[in-house]
């Protein structure tokens, strides 16, 4: 038995127009953690399959910041809700193969891939630490290929 939405259908849709697909809060941690650590970048390029938040012309990276409800994430947040089951199944079910399909297209075309969950916001010295792995990355492979 699900239960019925406590809103009325112009009150649910006005909520959902609310939600941001950029500039949100997961979002601008990642940013401004980027950019402490001296690296820039370009924003949404719709040119690149899925869009990307963060993208590094340069490195040829790009970086995803995911919200854990929206993308299927496995966490606490990632939880599908108990209400319309059937509709929010399929619509996180296509998110899901619509960012797998998307993945595939930027490493085929020669991207490096991040994806940062929104719960990995939360601790700061392990995302920076990820972060920072993920676009030194290059300058690694450099070194080691330079006589």
């Known amino acids: 038995m699900t239960m019925a939405d406590t809103l009325t259908r112009q ?3 006005f909520c959902m127009s609310q939600i941001k697909a950029k500039g949100t809060v997961p979002e601008l941690c ?3 953690l980027v950019h ?3 690296f820039r970048f370009r924003l949404h390029r719709r040119q690149l399959a899925g869009c990307p938040d963060l ?3 340069k490195l040829h990276a790009v970086i995803f910041v995911h919200g854990c409800f929206w ?4 966490c606490r947040r990632g939880r599908k809700p108990k209400s319309n089951v059937c509709y929010w199944t399929e619509k996180l079910m296509r998110n899901a193969a619509r960012d797998r399909a998307n993945l595939r297209k930027l490493r085929r075309d020669g991207w490096r891939v991040l994806v940062v969950w929104e719960c990995q916001t939360n601790n700061t010295e392990k995302l920076r630490s990820n972060v920072l792995r993920f676009l030194e990355w290059d300058r690694g492979e450099e070194m080691r290929h330079s006589p």
């Not at 993308?71 to 496995?74: F, I, L, Q």
């Open 71 to 74: 993308h299927s994430h496995r």
């Open 36 to 38: 402490s650590l001296g």
């Open 30 to 32: 990642v940013r401004g």
């Open 55 to 57: 993208v590094f012309p």
């Open 11 to 13: 009150q649910r849709s």
